[in-house]
């Protein structure tokens, strides 16, 4: 799953966790629906995996959807549009990535946002109050090579081209037109902590209208899995789901947090999963395949409930 394309570095991305993720996926789907799907780490992990050959990709964020359409259905116009630009760079590199900042927050470009967000710090995408986008240069680079981006961009696209459907809906729309036979992953991008806005997105989720709405999936009975909350060490981040959801919640030990790590502490991040009551019935005693980013060393485990949470427990 690691060496699986990924054509930009994008903050929050669940490509790292895809192959974690997966373990609690039904073995075949009729169509996997996100409808914050961001790069699409977990539909390329799907499609990779022959779960299903079939999704809708939706967000918020119009640029970015865009961009992700580009390079699905058109993958050489995208990355000879990103060679382009690149070479455009030389020889003032921050200067020219302003400039092509001002021209996206003009424009919103979504071939623009491909080299912003190449080039910008950590990958990460930020937009000020004004919807603009302001996010500065990673002075130390000038981005992925041109080559290395065309591989990337090919490679997401011999995954998903044809398959896809997108979309730049709110997720309640999307959520509102979903097929019975649908599998939905969603991570969405507020987690209860900054108010109602995410600073990736023009705006973010209230809090109590998710809950409402993941109310409504439960009483159609549909499956899902949600990215949520999690934990830094001894800090958790993010609301906790309430209880009367009857979601089973998964804690995955993803590893040593690098940003820790730079500041002399040797603190573990743990990622959340919140499984629907109808998934989470139909996986109880399911072995599954875990692979530790530790060790690296495979370890069946089969999955318990305890207290309403879900245990890994090693055989």
Same mark, same amino acid.
């Given at each position: 799953?690691?060496?699986?394309?990924?054509?930009?570095?994008?903050?929050?991305?669940?490509?790292?966790?895809?192959?974690?993720?997966? +373990?609690f996926f039904p073995k075949k789907l009729n169509r996997l629906v996100e409808p914050f799907?961001?790069?699409?780490?977990?539909?390329?992990?799907?499609?990779?995996?022959?779960?299903?050959?079939?999704?809708?990709?939706?967000?918020l964020n119009h640029?970015?959807?865009?961009?992700?359409?580009?390079?699905v259905e058109k993958p050489d *116009?995208?990355?000879? @549009? #990103?060679?382009?630009?690149?070479?455009?760079?030389?020889?003032?590199?921050?200067?020219? #990535? @302003?400039?092509?900042?001002?021209? @996206?927050?003009?424009? /919103?470009?979504?071939?623009l946002l491909l080299y912003l967000l190449a080039r910008c710090v950590k990958g990460s995408v930020r937009y000020n109050s004004e919807g603009l986008?302001?996010?500065?240069?990673?002075?130390?680079?000038k981005g992925t090579r041109p080559e290395t981006m065309r591989k990337n961009i090919v490679g997401v696209s011999s995954l998903l081209k044809s398959k896809c459907k997108f979309t730049n809906l709110d997720y309640r729309e999307v959520l509102e037109q979903i097929q019975e036979d649908d599998?939905? #992953?969603?991570?969405?991008?507020? +987690?209860?902590?900054?108010? /109602?806005?995410?600073?990736r997105y023009l705006s973010g989720i209230d809090f109590d209208d998710f809950v409402l709405v993941l109310e409504q999936l439960n009483r159609k009975g549909s499956a899902f899995i949600i990215s949520y909350d999690g934990k830094l060490g001894d800090k958790a981040f993010g609301k906790v789901l309430p209880k009367r959801l009857n979601l089973e919640k998964i804690e995955i030990e993803v590893g040593r947090s690098s940003?820790?790590?730079?500041?002399?502490k040797a603190e573990n991040t743990i990622e959340s999963l919140y499984l629907s009551p109808s998934l989470s019935k139909n996986l109880m005693n399911t072995k599954i395949c875990d692979f530790?980013?530790?060790?690296?060393?495979?370890?069946?485990?089969?999955?318990?409930?305890?207290?309403? *949470?879900?245990?890994a427990a090693t055989r």
């Open positions: 799953m690691a060496n699986l394309p990924h054509f930009i570095q994008y903050q929050g991305s669940k490509r790292k966790l895809a192959k974690h993720i997966l +373990q799907a961001g790069t699409a780490a977990i539909s390329v992990a799907t499609s990779a995996s022959q779960i299903t050959q079939s999704f809708w990709l939706n967000d640029p970015l959807i865009k961009l992700l359409e580009l390079a *116009e995208i990355a000879d @549009f #990103y060679l382009e630009l690149w070479n455009q760079q030389h020889p003032n590199s921050v200067d020219h #990535y @302003f400039e092509v900042r001002s021209k @996206f927050n003009e424009t /919103n470009d979504p071939k986008f302001n996010q500065s240069p990673d002075k130390r680079r599998f939905i #992953y969603m991570d969405p991008p507020y +987690q209860g902590v900054c108010g /109602n806005r995410d600073s940003q820790s790590t730079l500041l002399g530790s980013y530790i060790d690296q060393q495979p370890k069946q485990l089969t999955l318990l409930e305890t207290h309403g *949470e879900f245990a």
